[in-house]
């Protein structure tokens, strides 16, 4: 069993490297797969005096270009190419009906002068920037309040340049939040396909107020001592589709979020519809799929599968706190394949991180219905460290099918949590032990009402339908 994985992490891996394309061929989840939208007008980035020499700023030359290219948004949209090449840039727009499309030796490079990347309000479900009181820098691209946006290309690069982001971050000599590479508004229809993202500033791809999402086909990389370089982080979003990925980063690979405290309470937008397949990374201080913890606003119907994580610190970890309200409710992760990972699952109630005194301390999350089945690990330090919290516990956990080659005496930690378990090995902590089946599977989620067996028969002989 552990060769056969072994054998398809690592032609998954060649994969995602080589550019192959037949890990998304046929196969896709993505309702919207096909990001070779045909655009009736296109223009080269160079026809606007643009110069790929890595040293010449083009921040005008992009604007200009998608400028002119706006007049075309209501007559089929339109492409702006970016050729082989070095392409310095501070932070510049999207439109709407546009592709932005990078040649195979194209780099967007991002300006290492903060003075490129203007400083704009914070989000609403935040209240202020994410790091430092008031307002953040601008993503390197950007876009709000768009429909039909494609970022895409023959596997071209971009690069935020962001060693000098995280020396600032170090030596405490920010006065903004750092910027993400990529984030998007207040947008939907919008597909980022077929690139290489590497060395954000901050978090990589921010999806954020955006319906109708697609992240695929893309590689991710910063150093893995990069501070908060997440790589995706669907946030306040529905309908994002995420497949295909490896990532390589400072922080979680993937973060699926909500809003923080009593400004995501109140603004009350919820992230759900969230789909993620065939993602392989590592992250050795973070987790590989996290929920939170920014989660006041809500997170609820997710579904990870075929997820194949090594060489970091947590393979799925929901994260919350007192202050936080809203929910986590509704997820599902199966086929998940763990290596050299020190916590295969965590849980952590009391995260902590308050974006002012004003949170109401008593503002309490409700987890409830998370089942994760089809776990195999190798070289891992802890199964499971499941802290919930005193007077609010987690609800309806439901583990099943999962088999860890653990290296600790003390495999389980848990704490005001409740829920079910089948087939776990190690054998799980006390709160979980009680059977799933044959009378607690309505209790967790995506697992079928409609069995072929009566009780008393091991689990092999139920039928779990999709």
Partial sequence: MRISFTLVHVLLVLALFSDVPWLIRGSSHCKRANSAVIRPHSVTITEFGAVGDGLTLNTKAFQNAIFYLNSFADKGGAKLFVPAGRWLTGSFDLISHLTLWLDKDAVILGSTNSDDWPVVDPLPSYGQGRELPGGRHRSLIYGHNLTDVVITGDNGTIDGQGSIWWNWFHAKTLKYTRPHLVELMNSS???????????????????????????????????????????IDPDSSDDVCIEDCYIS???????????????????????????????????????????????????????????????????????????????????YMSNITLTDVKVAIRFTGHYGEHPDEHYDPEALPIIERITIEDV???????????????????????????????????????????????????????????????????????????????????????????
């Fill in 189 to 231: 229809g919008i597909v980022i396909s077929n690139l290489t993202f590497i060395n954000s500033p901050f978090w990589t791809v921010h999806p954020v107020y955006c319906s109708h999402v697609i992240v695929q086909n893309v590689t991710i990389r910063a150093p893995l001592d990069s501070p908060n370089t997440d790589g």
């Fill in 249 to 331: 980063t400072g922080d979680d690979l993937i973060a699926i979020k909500s809003g923080w405290d009593e400004y995501g309470i109140s603004y009350g937008r919820p992230c759900r519809n969230i789909t993620i397949h065939r993602l392989v990374g590592q992250t050795r201080t973070s987790a590989g799929i996290a929920i939170g913890s920014e989660m006041s606003g809500g997170v609820s119907e997710v579904r990870a599968e075929n997820i194949q994580f090594y060489n970091s610190s947590t393979g799925i970890r929901i994260k919350t706190s007192p202050g936080r309200g809203g929910y986590v409710r509704n997820i």
């Fill in 376 to 466: 195999i690990g190798d070289n891992i330090e802890y199964a499971g460290i499941l802290d919930g919290i005193q007077a609010d516990t987690f609800l309806n956990i439901c583990l099943l099918n999962i088999t860890l080659n653990v290296t600790s005496e003390s495999p389980w930690n848990c704490s005001y949590i409740e829920g079910y378990s089948d087939s776990v090995s190690p054998e799980t902590c006390e709160p979980l032990r009680e059977s799933i089946f044959p009378h607690h599977y309505s209790d967790c989620y995506h697992l079928s009402s409609h069995l072929l067996n009566s009780s008393n028969q091991n689990r092999g002989t139920w039928l779990l339908s999709w």
